[in-house]
């Protein structure tokens, strides 16, 4: 079974652009999250997405959005971009969600914003 | 507030000992544990996960330890072997929180 992919790889931008990372599920997983990594901060959880909804929310600013379509994909979208925002973006898909299952990890989305 | 902590920013173990890594955790509504490894350039790789049902789960090499009146959990690897050194993170979740708190991390060096 094919893991979670994630697209781009490796994405440059400058501040006051926009981005939008993607990223597919473990078939059959319907729950879908995103988080940062950035040096010294460890994991930091930016959503979930279950069917579409969104059932939890990081605490980070409105310029971090995401979406779930119903073949369960999820799109996350960086608006306005800031220097602080370079890191790795990382996606993770479960059956149910994290409170219940196993989360697995794509390989990420390296953001660097200059 | 950092709800889950690894104080240990590094652990060097020789090939062959046990490595044990921990992590604590000041939520009591955190009922379900996990530990990731992490590579260079590559996403998190689940190893092994607890309910806070159990005080014990062993897989192969793998035992997670969870001390819930302490609110601490370790992993212990034995023997430890060159490709285990990475980066390994402890995870929390609370029931219905749908997410995971994460740890800073231990970065695990295995000497030959």
């Known amino acids: 079974k094919a893991g979670v992919t994630q697209t781009p790889r490796y994405l440059i931008k400058t501040r006051g652009q926009q981005v939008t990372l993607s990223c597919s599920p473990i078939?059959?997983?319907?729950?879908v999250s995103w988080y940062q990594q950035t040096p010294g901060q460890g994991l930091q959880f930016l959503f979930e997405?279950?069917?579409?909804?969104?059932?939890n929310k990081g605490n980070f600013p409105g310029r971090f959005s995401g979406r779930q379509f119903s073949n369960s994909r999820s799109e996350m979208n960086v608006s306005t971009l800031e220097l602080g925002d370079s890191a790795l973006y990382l996606c993770?898909?479960?059956?149910?969600?994290?409170?219940?299952?196993?989360?697995?990890f794509g390989p990420g989305t390296r953001l660097t914003v200059l | 507030d950092q709800q889950v902590k690894q104080n240990s920013p590094s652990l060097s173990v020789q090939e062959g000992r046990i490595s044990i890594l921990n992590c604590d955790y000041t939520?009591?509504?955190?009922?379900?544990f996990l530990w990731y490894k992490k590579y260079p350039a590559e996403g998190p790789t689940f190893l092994i996960s607890?309910?806070?049902?159990?005080d014990k789960n062993e897989d192969g090499r793998f035992t997670v330890f969870l001390n819930k009146s302490a609110k601490h959990l370790s992993l212990h690897i034995v023997p430890s072997q060159p490709g285990d050194s990475a980066v390994y993170f402890c995870?929390?979740?609370?029931?219905?929180?749908?997410?995971?708190?994460f740890g800073q991390g231990t970065r695990l060096t295995i000497n030959p």
């Open positions: 993770a898909s479960s059956l149910q969600g994290p409170s219940t299952d196993t989360q697995y």
């Open positions: 078939s059959g997983h319907r729950s």
């Open positions: 997405y279950f069917s579409e909804t969104q059932r």
């Open positions: 939520n009591s509504m955190f009922d379900y």
């Open positions: 607890i309910s806070s049902i159990k």
């Open positions: 995870a929390a979740s609370a029931k219905g929180a749908q997410k995971l708190v």
